[in-house]
């Protein structure tokens, strides 16, 4: 069964600091990954896509993927209270197949 | 500002009845998601369509759950009878299509409980 994993938190960082959002994955063969944000009681919104190995940034979010480890993360700069959310990790397996999403780190940035 | 439409925003029934969610997806998205949301499970895929065409539903019970699509602008989950164990979120997502940078738009969500 291919999964994406995610530690569920909550993850507590102070504001102003890095917050690091972690996730791996099962298939080995997965091509495409997506962070989603999700306020409490919101839908999903993306944040962020990434496709090939190394690290993305846009604004304050960096995306790393590293393939050979099955990992990918989110880090967070400059961490603000308006971050505080839960973050889902998407994963599209081999084979163009829907979307796999972890069950979320919820992250608390505390003022 | 395109997004995706659902209704209702919030669903309270009793057990055995019938409940109809709706989902209008992007104007020109090809493709169409349901999924569910509990605390204990995350996200987990319900079924989806490509061009209106069902790919998968699988991940439905399908004595139960019934999924359709009758037009481009009109996705609809169904679930009767309707049995506690049902409460959840439910989102529709819609996508350009599933290619390898797939991004999924989310609806509000209907809050379905069943007492």
């Known amino acids: 069964q291919k999964e994406v994993e995610q530690n569920s938190g909550p993850l507590s960082v102070p504001e102003g600091a890095i917050a690091s959002l972690n996730c791996t994955y099962s298939?080995?063969?997965?091509?495409?990954f997506f962070w989603y944000r999700q306020y409490s009681g919101k839908s999903p919104e993306l944040i962020m896509s990434?496709?090939?190995?190394g690290d993305k940034e846009d604004g304050r979010f960096t995306a790393q993927l590293n393939k050979a480890s099955q990992y990918v993360s989110l880090l967070i700069r400059d961490s603000q209270p308006s971050d505080s959310a839960t973050y889902l990790c998407?994963?599209?397996?081999?084979?163009?197949?829907?979307?796999?999403f972890g069950k979320g780190t919820r992250l608390s940035v505390i003022a | 500002d395109a997004r995706v439409t659902q209704t209702p925003r919030h669903k309270v029934t009793e057990m055995g009845q019938e409940v109809t969610m709706r989902c209008q997806p992007i104007?020109?998205?090809?493709?169409v998601f349901w999924y569910r949301q509990t605390m204990m499970q995350g996200l987990e895929l319900l079924a989806y369509?490509?061009?209106?065409?069902?790919?998968?539903d699988s991940g439905m019970p399908k004595d139960r759950f019934s999924a359709e699509m009758p037009d481009a602008t009109l996705a609809t989950l169904k679930i009767q009878p309707s049995e506690p164990r049902d409460s959840a979120v439910y989102f529709c997502?819609?996508?350009?299509?599933?290619?390898?940078?797939?991004?999924?738009?989310f609806g509000s969500g209907t809050q379905l409980s069943v007492l």
């Open positions: 997502a819609s996508g350009l299509g599933v290619t390898t940078n797939e991004k999924l738009f």
């Open positions: 298939d080995r063969g997965s091509q495409s």
């Open positions: 990434i496709y090939s190995n």
């Open positions: 998407a994963v599209m397996n081999s084979g163009n197949t829907p979307l796999v």
């Open positions: 104007l020109g998205h090809n493709t």
């Open positions: 369509f490509r061009n209106r065409a069902p790919l998968d």
